[in-house]
Nanobody, 115 residues
Framework: QVQLVESGGGLVQPGGSLRLSCEAS????????IAWFRQTPGKEREGVSC????????YYEDSVKGRFTISRDNVKGAVYLQMDSLKPEDTAVYYC????????WGQGTQVTVSS
């Protein structure tokens, strides 16, 4: 059973930055397309960004384009989400998962953008 572990969240002021990490127990992520999602209370989980396993191509949801950067380290088998110019509306629990066939969801990492 794949267990995903997200980390790197925290409290940051508007305009600040955070770098989220995604790792999995039992395997490395280099062979999988991985997406980052976020969820706020009462709302559906939404896709934020994705990185392909084949050619490294990336996708960003419109609201994060130009501010977030997804990347992967195939040596470490991890996927990252660099978040810059954070806004209060980015506040959410962030999750990573295999795309398009998700495994069990991890605990996520809380990102709070507030002054």
């Amino acid at each position: 059973q794949v267990q995903l572990v997200e980390s790197g969240g925290g409290l940051v002021q508007p305009g600040g930055s955070l770098r989220l990490s995604c790792e999995a127990s039992g395997l490395t992520l280099d062979s999988y397309s991985i997406a980052w999602f976020r969820q706020t209370p009462g709302k559906e989980r939404e896709g934020v960004s994705c990185i392909s396993s084949t050619d490294g191509s990336t996708y960003y949801e419109d609201s994060v384009k130009g501010r977030f950067t997804i990347s992967r380290d195939n040596v470490k088998g991890a996927v990252y989400l660099q978040m810059d110019s954070l806004k209060p509306e980015d506040t959410a629990v962030y999750y990573c998962n295999n795309y398009p066939s998700p495994w069990s969801w991890g605990q996520g990492t809380q990102v709070t953008v507030s002054s």
